[in-house]
């Protein structure tokens, strides 16, 4: 659980970071230092709700009754799911263009009053990282491990977000995002194994916990049908019972399958709709994102258009001049340390 929570940590941290020092690197860049308090104001905001919305519903679900937690859960389960999938596509073919996008909405924003605006892009910005990060965590908010493997990775993302802002420390941070968003697609597999699980539980999904005549069952020891051959018929136990049960041999409270829950998402009992969710869910995204990580960075972004080769008339018409040297204020600058680390 430290791993998988520590790069969550790490990961979603590191793109708040990024963002905050775009923005503070822009404004600074036109003498409008005045308006960095709003973005600090903007960013303590964001991690104070998304701090807020975690206990809402660490603490807010025990007052439901089990089936209303597993029902929760499940749902929760789902949307960070949808929102992880999302958002490692998105980073992946986008991310090149999120400098631009922000300077150009903090441009806007200080046009408008005393910068107020540029303080909601920065609230909005890093609180939808902050959401995301709730959301996948929310499953081992009981964790103490998990926790803490979270809280390390944020205050090292904040360390090496600055570190990248000073420009004291440079890789790759397309490289990085697409090693952590095949990462990120494998744990998703395991949050929508443990969404299904939760649904299957509060009976809102068939499986072993739906009872007679819905789950299949021995005829004389009344216990759920496992694996392929177990059962009257080969793959009786299919499609609502259990795929595998290792309880016997792996220890459910072990280090091993806590070990194996947090980074690939199984664990030593699953039910078969689980281990369809799982394999689907890891056949269809897995390829889709490494073919879309693997396409060169010109094919993501529309070429220029080149202009029209002048014709023999118009080079007539247009009298020789001497090539003009460029002034250093026309001088094509220099990328920044963002710039080179986000390419």
Do not use: C
């Amino acid at each position: 659980m430290f791993l998988a929570s520590f790069l969550i940590g790490l990961r979603e941290g590191l793109e708040a970071a990024l963002i905050v020092g775009i923005l503070v690197a822009f404004v600074r860049r036109k003498g409008r230092s005045d308006v960095a308090p709003k973005i600090a104001w903007g960013v303590g905001l964001a991690a104070a709700s998304a701090l807020i919305l975690g206990a809402v519903f660490t603490y807010g679900a025990y007052t439901l009754s089990f089936t209303g937690q597993e029902i929760v859960g499940g749902v929760m389960s789902l949307i960070a799911v949808a929102m992880v999938t999302w958002m490692v596509f998105w980073m992946v073919t986008a991310g090149q263009q999120v400098k631009s996008d922000l300077e150009s909405d903090a441009s806007q924003a200080l046009t408008v009053g005393a910068g107020w605006a540029i303080f909601w892009i920065a609230f909005v910005s890093v609180g939808r990282e902050g959401l995301e990060t709730t959301l996948m965590l929310w499953g081992w908010a009981a964790q103490t491990e998990a926790l803490l493997g979270a809280l390390t990775g944020l205050v090292a993302a904040t360390a090496l977000g600055y570190l990248v802002y000073r420009g004291l420390v440079r890789f790759n941070l397309g490289t990085f995002f697409r090693i952590t968003g095949i990462f990120l697609i494998v744990v998703a597999a395991g949050i929508l194994a443990y969404g299904i699980h939760d649904l299957q539980e509060a009976a809102l999904l068939p499986g072993p916990y739906s009872g007679a005549p819905i789950t299949p069952t021995d005829a004389q020891t009344g216990d759920v049908l496992v694996g392929l051959t177990q059962g009257p018929f080969w793959m009786a136990a299919f499609p609502f019972g259990w795929a595998f049960d290792l309880s016997a041999s792996i220890d459910p409270a072990g280090w091993f399958a806590a070990l194996a829950k947090g980074t690939i998402g199984l664990t030593p009992q699953m039910s078969w709709l689980e281990v369809i969710a799982w394999i689907t869910y890891l056949a269809i995204v897995l390829p889709q994102f490494w073919a879309k990580a693997r396409q060169p960075r010109r094919t993501r972004t529309q070429p220029t258009p080149a202009p029209p080769a002048p014709t023999a008339t118009d080079a007539a018409a247009i009298p020789e001049q001497p090539a003009a040297r460029p002034t250093p204020a026309e001088s094509t600058p220099s990328p920044s340390n963002l710039e080179r680390s986000l390419s």
